[in-house]
């Protein structure tokens, strides 16, 4: 997702899809899993342009 999100705003075309949508359901919880997302600054942008 990281390398991905590093060249593109959305992870389809420049408007977020259900792409985005479906993979920001587990994507906006991952540290409720034990995942940091704290070394990843383009995903942690794309969850920023998402939920807004």
Known sequence: MEQ???TRTFFVG???T???ITLYAYT???GDGGV???CYPFIRAWLAR???
Do not use: F, I, P, Q
């Open 4 to 6: 991905h999100l590093a």
């Open 14 to 16: 420049e408007r977020h």
């Open 18 to 20: 259900v792409a985005d």
């Open 28 to 30: 906006h919880v991952a």
């Open 36 to 38: 940091d997302l704290t």
């Open 50 to 52: 998402v939920s807004e």
